[in-house]
């Protein structure tokens, strides 16, 4: 679908959040008067919520809802909605999250001003029921620290400020110039495991954006929900997928000439990073499962890719490896 005159299109996906579909119009009208495009995905909803967003059609103007037979993850139901994005720059948005309009529309003309294809925004975290906001990760807040001075106001590409793409891989705190990512055609863009979906697309974006731009405000403050059934916070054996998500990123790499020699260390640090973060979380039965599976994928790793590691100072990653090899 081509790319119209509209400003932006804002593609969320959307399972079983029957109560939070109130809050979700609520925010999506802060947009409200713009020339704005909803995308609207109901990944096998079974609680009504695919009913309440139809019911969302006579209150916005420009508004698509796609229907999932089945329940396929966050991922796919993003590949889905953005190849009928419209507007010139699409932002991926949760249902239950907190928009910034302003900060949202100061960034479109930052990405207008200097022809970047991508943004990267600081963010925020709020938990259910808490009004008090955390800020940034740790380590990405460190990241953003120590390259703010030369980075934020100034487009970039990606070989130049590699180690974002160690930044978490959150899809809500960018914005995408939409029709440069639908010509790539990346499939998947997002990955398609239930759980890290984000890693795929975090990855693609920042790799595949001719400029990218860091911008010191916030777009979106995102939900963290205490909920067990809330994919985030399930470290049963759903969170195994990480090592299918990582291997397809791996693959993905891989498939253009080069691009392995250039961010090897930068994959391999983010490995390290991601499976430390889940198997401390991880039940325990599931424990020698991750083991094997955190075996495999390092046992991929070539020569060239421990040698480069190397040569980057990655010592602490190429001990890690090491390490996990046993």
């Not at 609680?47 to 969302?56: E, I, K, P």
């Not at 993850?73 to 419209?86: E, S």
């Not at 997002?190 to 890290?196: A, H, L, S, Y």
């Not at 975090?202 to 911008?215: D, E, G, K």
Request: proline share 2%; charged share 25%.
């Amino acid at each position: 679908m081509g790319v119209s005159s509209r400003i932006l299109s804002v593609v969320t996906p959307v399972y079983n959040v029957a109560g939070h579909v109130d809050h979700l119009e609520t925010e999506l009208s802060k947009l409200r008067g713009s020339d704005v495009q909803i995308i609207l995905v109901d990944d096998g909803s079974t609680d009504g919520s695919g009913d309440a967003l139809v019911r969302l059609r006579s209150v916005w103007d420009d508004i698509i809802v796609i229907t999932c037979p089945v329940n396929r993850g966050a991922g796919v139901a993003r590949n889905l909605g953005f190849p009928h994005a419209t507007g010139r720059y699409t932002l991926f948005f949760d249902a239950d999250d907190f928009l910034h309009a302003g900060a949202l529309f100061q960034t479109i003309e930052i990405l207008d001003k200097c022809q970047a294809d991508a943004s990267i925004n600081i963010y925020d975290f709020i938990r259910d029921g808490d009004n008090v906001a955390t800020g940034m990760n740790a380590i990405d807040l460190y990241m953003w620290k120590r390259r703010e001075r030369g980075f934020v106001g100034t487009p970039f590409h990606i070989n130049a400020g590699a180690e974002f793409l160690r930044f978490t891989n959150f899809p809500w705190n960018k914005l995408i110039r939409t029709d440069h990512y639908q010509r790539l055609e990346l499939a998947p863009f997002f990955g398609e495991t239930k759980v890290n979906n984000d890693i795929q697309g975090h990855w693609n974006i920042l790799m595949n954006a001719r400029r990218l731009i860091l911008v010191d405000q916030k777009i979106v403050t995102h939900r963290m929900s205490g909920a067990r059934d809330h994919l985030s916070s399930r470290f049963g054996r759903e969170r195994l997928e990480i090592f299918d998500a990582l291997q397809s990123l791996h693959a993905t790499i891989k498939r253009e000439p080069g691009r392995l020699a250039r961010f090897g260390e930068q994959y391999w640090a983010f490995v390290r990073q991601m499976t430390n973060w889940a198997g401390g979380r991880l039940d325990g039965q599931y424990q020698p499962a991750f083991r094997r599976r955190r075996r495999d994928l390092v046992a991929r790793v070539s020569f060239d890719e421990l040698h480069n590691i190397i040569q980057a100072g990655e010592a602490e990653t190429y001990q890690w490896l090491l390490n996990s090899m046993d």
